[in-house]
């Protein structure tokens, strides 16, 4: 394997969290001791999810967002990885990307459609 010496930036962060949208509030939240998580899970609403359709639309995935939200549960996981990437690059000031950038995604929202409904169930009983 050939080694690269390339330098590794993080230039942006963005989450969608049960307190909201955005790494600002999330911050906010833990400072203030404040939790979301209620009957011990931490949901984003079907509210809260719909409210984030004006974020895309002013975004480079604004195309892509309009079908999204036309069946929101069906594409739930992708669009919650969209609204944090869109606020990653607003930070990173990127509009776009060249040949040479990488994005890398870390979620907790992987697979969240094969188990959030589940695991709500059971914990509410």
């Known amino acids: 394997m050939k080694k690269n010496d390339a330098p590794v930036y993080i230039t942006g962060l963005g989450a969608l969290h049960c ?3 955005g790494v600002p509030s999330l911050w906010q939240g833990v ?5 979301g998580i209620k009957n011990g899970l931490g949901l984003i609403t079907d509210e809260a999810l719909a409210k984030t359709e004006p974020l895309l639309q002013d975004s480079p995935f604004k195309k892509t967002s309009r ?11 992708l669009i919650m990885s969209l609204v944090a990437i869109r ?26 459609s094969l188990w959030e409904d589940h695991l709500t169930s059971y914990s509410q009983g």
Not at 31 to 35: A, E, L, P
Not at 67 to 77: I, M, T, V
């Open 19 to 21: 307190l909201g949208v």
């Open 31 to 35: 400072i203030q001791r404040q939790t």
């Open 67 to 77: 079908a999204l939200y036309q069946d929101p549960k069906k594409h739930r996981p």
């Open 87 to 112: 606020e990653a690059f607003l930070q990173a000031g990127w509009d776009q990307l060249s040949n040479k950038d990488a994005i890398i995604f870390a979620t907790t929202t992987g697979y969240i």
